[in-house]
């Protein structure tokens, strides 16, 4: 199969956003690099949003100007607003993520407006944007299940997802936010966005709470998606999601895209140096099953 899967490495943000240890720029750093060495050419750096919501995330548009100079690897900066667009495209930036949620709720404890009203928002950031040559992603969380809300119904999903690729999103990432999903109702989300969305302008973002992360993942390629987010050694979480645990490790969706023949231009020597650093560096147990068992061998 000579078919390639995207790997968006949220690492930086998603892993970080919500550890307790805070880490300095020079080790955020570190971690980006080590990512560039392991192949990932695709890495949320940090998130343009309020040191006082989430200090884990101060200091992104620092640690954005401090980068390596690499044509080959897309940085991005989550930015819920224009002022964090701004932010952002003051380090010239040329890619930045808009988030929202399919359930009003958690939009509201997430960014402090309702999903019309974040929609409302994103519609100038993306003219700007668009204006600036500046890429758009957009993030729809809670895909399947809201911490507040319960279900959630896929035609809501479809609804934003939709409003999201209108506005000039390139790609929209929908968000398994609190992990509880199971094939089954992965299945469905799918089914109603692709009855209106192609393929490769959808992603997925899988959370990996009840350990069904991976399984998700496989329903959707079977469904034809090729892009996942997913975060060195399984690091994550939503401060916003009580109780949600981390994002897929890059090193298990590794595992299975590579198993399945797909390309993902991973140095596996080099992803598995990166895992184990950072959990040493945050004095963390590695969440990923590939990087245990390999560490294990190799001892
Ligand atoms: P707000 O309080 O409604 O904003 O927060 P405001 O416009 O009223 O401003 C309040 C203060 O924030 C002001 O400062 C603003 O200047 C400042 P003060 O006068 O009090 O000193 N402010 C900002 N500062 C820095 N950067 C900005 C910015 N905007 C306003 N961009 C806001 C609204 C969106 C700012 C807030 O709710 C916020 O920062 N939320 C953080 C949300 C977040 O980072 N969540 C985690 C990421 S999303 C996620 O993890 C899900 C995902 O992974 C997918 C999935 O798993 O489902 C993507
Ligand atoms: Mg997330």
Redesign the pocket.
């Known amino acids: 199969m000579d078919e390639s899967i995207k790997i968006v490495e949220?690492g930086p943000r998603?892993g970080l956003?919500n550890e307790k240890h805070h880490l300095t720029v020079p080790q955020r750093m570190a971690l980006i690099e080590d990512l560039i060495q392991a192949g990932l050419r695709h890495i949320e750096v940090g998130?343009?949003?309020?040191?006082?919501?989430?200090p884990q995330?101060a200091n992104s548009t620092e640690l954005f100007q401090q980068l390596p100079k690499r044509n080959d690897v897309q940085f991005s900066l989550?930015?819920?607003?224009i002022?964090?667009f701004q932010?952002a495209q003051a380090v010239n930036c040329k890619e930045v993520a808009v988030?929202t949620?399919a359930s009003q709720s958690f939009t509201h404890k997430?960014?402090?407006?309702t999903i019309e009203e974040s929609l409302e928002n994103f519609s100038e950031l993306i003219q700007l944007a668009k204006q600036q040559h500046i890429l758009v992603r957009g993030?729809v969380?809670?895909m399947v299940d809201c911490p507040y809300e319960g279900a959630i119904d896929p035609q809501h999903v479809v609804k934003v997802v939709k409003a999201l690729l209108d506005m000039g999103c390139y790609e929209v990432?929908l968000?398994?936010?609190i992990g509880t999903a199971t094939p089954d109702r992965i299945k469905k989300v799918w089914e109603a966005c692709l009855a209106e969305v192609p393929a490769d302008q959808l992603a997925g973002?899988f959370?990996n709470t009840y350990g069904m992360a991976i399984a998700n993942i496989h329903q959707s390629i079977l469904q034809g998606i090729r892009t996942f987010d997913s975060s060195i050694a399984g690091l994550g979480g939503?401060?916003?999601a009580k109780g949600a645990s981390g994002n897929v490790s890059t090193e298990d969706l590794f595992y299975l895209v590579s198993q399945m023949g797909f390309e993902t231009g991973i140095n596996l020597p080099a992803l598995m140096q990166a895992s184990k650093n950072i959990s040493e560096v945050l004095h963390r147990t590695n969440q990923s099953h590939y990087a245990n068992a390999y560490w294990q061998q190799c001892n």
Request: glycine letters at 6%; a neutral charge.
């Open positions: 949220v998603d956003q998130s343009c949003v309020s040191p006082k919501w989430v995330m989550l930015t819920p607003n002022k964090g932010a988030f949620a997430n960014i402090n407006c993030y969380s809670c990432s968000g398994e936010t973002h959370h939503c401060p916003y």
